[in-house]
């Protein structure tokens, strides 16, 4: 069974910092392109962050570029996010995803198959 959890959310005050985790199981995380949504209350789901696999080139929504940095443990076939100097902003639900068939990062939630259960960051004093 395919499966992607996440764990690592939770509340934290402004300027703080959280560390998300995805860890796979059901298959080997190693496609070509895994990374992070972002849904906040009343908007679209958003692009945050991924990776290549094929060279560990990492791209970033300017909203969170020089704060959030993706990262990726083969061995653990897990992806984090760690999220510095966080902003009542990013309050949302943090999603990882990936999928088989991408040769190309895209910051369009349509284009990826598999996708984790969520989970909240609030950021609030």
């Known amino acids: 069974q395919v499966q992607l959890v996440e764990s690592g959310g939770g509340l934290v005050q402004p300027g703080g910092s959280l560390r998300l985790s995805c860890a796979a199981s059901g298959f080997t995380l190693d496609y070509y392109v895994e990374g992070w949504f972002r849904q906040a209350p009343g908007k679209e789901r958003e692009g945050v962050s991924f990776i290549m696999n094929s060279d560990g080139s990492t791209y970033y929504a300017d909203s969170v570029k020089g704060r959030f940095t993706i990262s990726r443990d083969a061995a653990k076939n897990t992806v984090y996010l760690q999220m510095n100097s966080l902003k009542p902003e990013d309050t949302a639900v943090y999603y990882c995803?990936?999928?088989?068939?991408?040769?190309?990062?895209?910051?369009?939630?349509?284009?990826?198959?598999?996708w984790g259960q969520g989970a909240q960051v609030t950021v609030s004093s």
């Open positions: 995803t990936t999928d088989p068939r991408l040769r190309y990062v895209s910051f369009d939630p349509d284009d990826y198959t598999y």
